[in-house]
């Protein structure tokens, strides 16, 4: 996306990714907590990839990678969304689609066409398919599914899930943070590395395998550990509470 701003001054992908289904889903409070809806923010595995310096920063300033920023601000938003209205019968979750080719390589001048374009069209997954995880998100039995081996959370907080698919859901993806910026040791560099590339091996061969497999690998959903920084319960209700500021919500859920 061509950098550009909203007359409020956030940038487009901020505003389109994290702002305005902030917005909505704050205005939809009441609902929400009326009917116990469930909440299924659709983040990305490139959240992995960044780290968040300072969440007021992240509206405002255009950086490299903003669409990995917007993605880790989507699971930093479904974790704070379940620590304040879960008590109230809503469920929060963030979910990962996976690679699929829908429309969103269609405006992006690096897949839209090419070689990189055909690699999409050949190994990821036809929207049909690349939805399945985020309808088992909205639909699962939410208390069903606790990860918790004798009363001890298995992920760092029971209740905030981050659901993925498929390879998508490896150990070596999960529990390493995909980050490898400046500042960072070699030690931290080469986990991001080791990420990297496990993270380009599920990408190509999670649709091919449950295809080939017609259905039988690659196609369970569950909870993962997502990065490390969305258990950030500071970072997360710094986050929000720019946001309603930017929005010109209360910070409080309307309830
Ligand atoms: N495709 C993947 O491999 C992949 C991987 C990980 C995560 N995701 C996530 O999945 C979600 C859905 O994406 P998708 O792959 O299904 O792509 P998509 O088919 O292109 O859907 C994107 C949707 O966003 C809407 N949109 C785009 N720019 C907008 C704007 N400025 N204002 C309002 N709406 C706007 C589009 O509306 P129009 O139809 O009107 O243009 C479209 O409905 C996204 O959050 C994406 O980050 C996708």
Known sequence: ???AFTSDGVGAIAQTNHLGPYTLTRLLEKKLVASKARVVT???VTHRTTVMADARAFLTDWRSGYYEHSKLANVLFAYELQRRLGNRGVTSCAADPGGVRSHIWDSSPMFKSGWKKAMIDFFYSPPVDGCQGVVHA?????????????GTPVMPADDLRYYSRGLFTSPLLCNL??????GFSSGQQAKGLVWGLSTLFTSLWDWPLRKLSGGLLASTTKPVRSATQTYDAKLAAELWEASAEVAKLPVAPQV
Not at 177 to 182: A, E, L, P, S, V
């Open 1 to 3: 996306m061509k950098k």
């Open 42 to 44: 659709v983040a990305s």
């Open 138 to 150: 909205a639909t699962v039995d939410w208390n069903a599914d606790r990860k918790s081996a004798n």
């Open 177 to 182: 943070d995909g980050y490898r910026g400046k």
